[in-house]
């Protein structure tokens, strides 16, 4: 098998050095959020392993189009993508176990629900830190990659959201909040909320001037630039509800409730698919 | 950083890399087989519980009851409430209480509370509800 990179072992023990601080960074919330726990053994099981393969699909996603080796080729960023899984396993079983949350007189099943719905968010966050947490010169890709023209294509960019929307998403679809607030609201705030939602996609991506958005956000047109923002608040939304159903939130609910819900957890989503997709692709000044 | 660079680095993955690899493939698949296993055990039955009563001891000036419960069915019990009672006609006394969360399979242990002169032997220990996961 052929790699397109080669590295000292004090150089991967620091890729994943910084990968152990993204996960605990990004995901730390989760890890410490009962609903989170509760899911590990009140979600059935089938639907943790379509989580785990949902969040392996978002890995390579994210490795391939805005990760440290965009160069590398589909095999290399398969395995990135399991040893990330396999980082965030690790972490997540750590601090569930320091925590208190598994150990002696857990039942295996309970154990591994609980470690395999935490770890899937901690794989997102190592993949990121790995990424974005390097030092300036660290002799990989990253933005400058044989690919960096292509990764800011419209399918590309709409990956790199899909991930943001989800790492954002997540830290708020397990809990009763979104449920409160999606009870409690009348339909015209849940109206207000999703015209709110767009317009701070707007925002972000032709207004503030974040650092990547005259890279990676088209703007030609009036057109473009429409088809961004909607396409934007459309990933935030998918996100959101899949963030929602696999967190059980949707289980027995009516579809207003449903529809309700996926526009509350849209806020997040789509800062997640607009400000943290174009930060998940900045590097530091220098690369 | 630029003396790491000068260093002669070996071909493709290194070792720490292919560890690192086949620890985590290790971890992912045995995670996807418990997982696997347990899906398919799923019965999609009720929740079952199970009270057991331990042995009473005098804490305190009070009498503790241990107790266990366990769910021997396929579903989550939420907000489990136990009431054990003394029965004595008018004066009859009850102690309860609620656990959270009983998974699948799994045990949840608590104490309740009676007068010292209670007699341990006359407790009866019954689920009073639950409600059950969606």
């Not at chain 1, 395999?116 to 300036?136: C, D, F, P, R």
């Not at chain 2, 260093?7 to 493709?12: Q, R």
């Amino acid at each position: 098998m052929k790699f397109s990179h080669e590295r000292s072992v004090l150089r991967s023990a620091r890729e994943y050095g910084r990968g152990i601080a993204g996960g605990l960074m990004f995901s730390l919330p989760l890890l410490y959020t009962m609903e989170v726990w509760w899911a590990g053994f009140i979600l059935h099981p089938g639907r943790i392993l379509l989580y785990m393969a949902c969040t392996f699909v978002l890995l390579f996603l994210y490795n391939r189009f805005a990760g440290l080796r965009r160069d590398s080729s589909l095999i290399e960023v398969a395995i990135d993508s399991v040893e990330e899984m396999g980082i965030g396993l690790l972490i997540a079983a750590a601090v569930l176990w320091f925590t208190a949350r598994i150990g002696p007189g857990i039942q295996l099943s309970e154990t591994a629900g609980k470690i395999a719905v935490e770890g899937m968010t901690v794989a997102i966050g190592v993949s990121v830190g790995t990424a974005q947490l390097g030092a300036e010169d660290d002799g990989d890709e990253g933005l400058v990659g044989d690919d960096g023209p292509a990764a800011s294509g419209y399918l590309p960019q709409a990956a790199i959201a899909l991930c943001g929307a989800v790492l954002f998403a997540a830290n708020m679809a397990p809990t009763e909040e979104i449920q409160v607030i999606a009870m409690e609201s009348r339909p015209v705030m849940i109206l207000i909320l999703a015209l709110c939602s767009l317009a701070l996609g707007g925002l972000v991506l032709h207004f503030a001037e974040l650092r990547g958005a005259n890279l990676y956000v088209p703007r030609d047109t009036w057109l473009l630039s429409t088809r961004g923002v909607v396409t934007t608040y459309a990933i935030a939304l998918v996100a959101g509800a899949g963030c929602l159903f696999f967190f059980g939130q949707f289980d027995g609910q009516p579809w207003r409730m449903m529809l309700a819900q996926t526009v509350v957890i849209g806020v997040p989503a789509v800062l997640g698919a607009s400000a943290g997709r174009l930060l998940l692709q900045v590097r530091p000044p220098g690369n | 950083m630029s003396r790491e660079k000068e260093e002669k680095i070996p071909a493709g993955k290194n070792a720490l890399e292919w560890s690192v690899f086949a620890v985590s493939s290790l971890l992912v698949l045995g995670i996807i087989i418990l997982l696997g296993v347990d899906a398919l055990r799923w019965g999609g039955g009720p929740a079952r519980l199970e009270i057991g009563l331990g042995e009473a001891k005098m804490e305190g000036g009070q009498l503790c009851v241990p107790l266990r419960v366990t769910n021997q069915g396929d579903t989550v019990a939420v907000n489990v409430n136990v009431d054990v009672t003394a029965p004595g006609g008018n004066g009859a006394k009850t102690a309860s209480v609620t656990f959270d969360f009983i998974p699948r399979g799994a045990t949840r242990e608590g104490r309740v509370i009676f007068p010292p002169e209670q007699d341990p032997t006359k407790l009866e220990a019954r689920i009073s509800g639950y409600e059950t996961a969606p």
